[in-house]
């Protein structure tokens, strides 16, 4: 899946481009828009964008300067240039900064669509070339380490018997009475970020990659065996097997191998990860309990005092959430304010309730997921009891927030937070839908909104989102009642109030234009002059008066 971004001053073109677009046919997931050449150049530096269109007479930063930026900054970067001049300077910076395709105004479906496939194909030949390797290497290492993987997860589970299963014991060198073993558990605070911006998606692809480098690092003195677990998604599993040695030496060297690894993995991927080692064992069945407190330690992670990456080999005592820690006793507010549309009085409480619990006890990263998993129990309940659809909800817990659109990524308190946020943003849309689902629509409010913020930047994804209704349907049903295109009845609106306005002498033209929600006094005298055949001067002069 790809992620597109438009960047055009004008919001009818980019609308059109939106519905013109095949973007499900050609496997685009994400469209995002910019409104100029500044703009734009930050939602590249803040998302991984597959393709730009772009373009090329635009204010501020016209579209020759963007590709010359983008050229030098993100050489590997797709574009599509727009323009409604056939102009040869820039037909000559679009093949100088090999763009895939240049478009004349006004696009068309065929012409849009056919670019888009040009750029498609060559995003996923790339694609293709960049995994072919690695994916030969699974392929090729798939047998032996995956029965290796499930003798020491049987082993950490505590169901390996050891009669029945014995010839499997020499796959992990747990014949060999000189041998010791350490478990060490890895979890990326930043995984679904990382998946989505370096791995394509591909969670697979993500712990080969991990347990690559773990297994390299700790070569240099362990023999070692990383993989993925298969009931936590963000965290990686190590055995690590050395021959002899005292168990302080041993100590001391898992932790400077996992902090190597840690920093190489920060350096190659941008992963932040927390790592928690267990004890050393001569009995390959005491894998469990070195597994068990590596798991402890991390857990026992102080949230507030975490900055980037960090090992740790401090066992934690785990404990239940106290009275005074659980959220219980705020649900009640929680749900007057979700219910009554004010989701940020919801966040305000469970700031203050969060950092309250900080200050007082400290919030570790096991006090933290159990905090996660109360409030979206809780949270489910009050959604479901306010009519929405269990469909709808993480009814199987906070895991399934990532299947509804929600990065489960926290390294930080204040990150964490930021996670809070979002969840309440979710269920606040959930049971705003599940309130409004039988209320009669009537496209007279989108009228009477736009004669009283005509001003404002008006989006037809502002009522698409509020009514839960289509950008194609609402464009529709607004023409048929009205006889105008919602942009149409916005730029009349204006014009009405232009000659109004324009009729008070006392009252200067860029005075005029910043009322009626023109950032550019020329962007409205040429509005006004396309609208009225005048400009806005020589309608005050008489003109056009009578």
Do not use: C
């Not at 066992?315 to 304010?337: C, F, G, H, M, N």
């Not at 949270?379 to 909800?393: C, H, I, K, T, Y």
């Not at 009349?492 to 000659?499: G, L, P, T």
Request: aromatic residues 8%; charged residues 30%; without cysteine.
């Amino acid at each position: 899946m790809y992620r597109v971004l438009i960047i055009d001053d004008e919001e009818p073109l980019r609308e059109a481009i939106r519905i013109l677009g095949d973007w499900k046919g050609l496997g685009i997931e994400e469209v995002l828009e910019a409104t100029d050449g500044k703009s734009g150049l930050d939602m590249l530096a803040s998302h991984k964008i597959d393709l730009a269109m772009i373009d090329m007479k635009m204010p501020e930063m016209n579209g020759m300067e963007l590709l010359q930026i983008i050229e030098r900054d993100y050489p590997d970067l797709l574009t599509i240039v727009i323009s409604g001049f056939n102009d040869f300077e820039y037909t000559r910076q679009a093949i100088r900064s090999k763009v895939v395709d240049y478009l004349l105004k006004p696009v068309n479906r065929s012409d849009l669509n056919q670019a888009l496939r040009k750029a498609i194909d060559v995003l996923d030949a790339k694609r293709r070339q960049e995994s072919e390797f690695i994916n030969r290497n699974i392929t090729l290492n798939m047998s032996l380490p995956r029965l290796k993987e499930k003798v020491y997860l049987s082993i950490i589970e505590r169901s390996f018997k050891s009669q029945t299963n014995e010839a499997f014991l020499p796959l992990i060198g747990a014949e060999d009475p000189g041998n010791r073993f350490t478990a060490v558990v890895l979890r990326m605070l930043n995984m679904e970020r990382i998946r989505k911006d370096r791995f394509h998606e591909d969670a697979d692809l993500l712990n080969f990659a991990v347990a690559n480098v773990i297994d390299e690092i700790a070569g240099d003195y362990f023999n070692a065996f990383s993989f993925a677990s298969p009931k936590q998604e963000r965290e990686v599993i190590a055995i690590l097997t050395v021959k002899g040695g005292y168990a302080e030496d041993i100590a001391f060297r898992s932790m400077h191998h996992m902090k190597k690894a840690a920093s190489m993995l920060e350096e190659l991927f941008g992963i932040q990860a927390i790592v928690g080692i267990g004890s050393s064992h001569a009995d390959a069945m005491q894998i469990a309990d070195s597994y068990e407190a590596a798991k402890s330690s991390i857990s026992g992670v102080e949230l507030s005092k975490l900055k980037g990456s960090a090992v740790t080999a401090a066992a934690v005592k785990s404990a239940t959430l106290k009275d005074s820690q659980s959220l219980t006793s705020r649900i009640p507010i929680l749900r007057s304010a979700l219910e009554s549309g004010t989701p940020q009085n919801a966040k305000t409480i469970l700031s203050e309730f969060v950092n309250r619990w900080n200050a007082s006890e400290g919030l570790s990263i096991g006090d933290a997921d159990r905090l996660l998993r109360e409030i979206v129990i809780l949270l489910n309940d009050m959604a479901l009891e306010l009519g929405a659809a269990p469909e709808r909800l993480p009814m199987r817990g906070e895991q399934d927030l990532r299947l509804f659109g929600i990065a489960m990524d926290f390294a930080s308190l204040e990150q964490y937070e930021e996670l809070l946020h979002r969840i309440l943003d979710f269920y606040s849309g959930e049971i705003r839908k599940a309130q409004t689902a039988n209320q009669p629509f009537d496209v007279g409010d989108i009228k009477s909104y736009i004669d009283n913020h005509y001003f404002e930047d008006i989006k037809i994804s502002l009522f698409a989102d509020k009514y839960f209704l289509s950008r194609e349907y609402l464009m529709k049903l607004f023409k048929q009642q009205f006889g105008f295109g919602i942009h149409e009845y916005v730029q009349k609106v204006r014009m009405d109030k232009a000659k109004e306005l324009l009729d008070d002498s006392s009252l200067k033209i860029q005075d005029i234009s910043e009322m009626l929600g023109y950032k550019d006094k020329n962007y409205f005298s040429k509005a006004f002059r396309n609208y009225y055949s005048v400009s806005p001067t020589e309608y005050r002069a008489g003109v056009t008066k009578g």
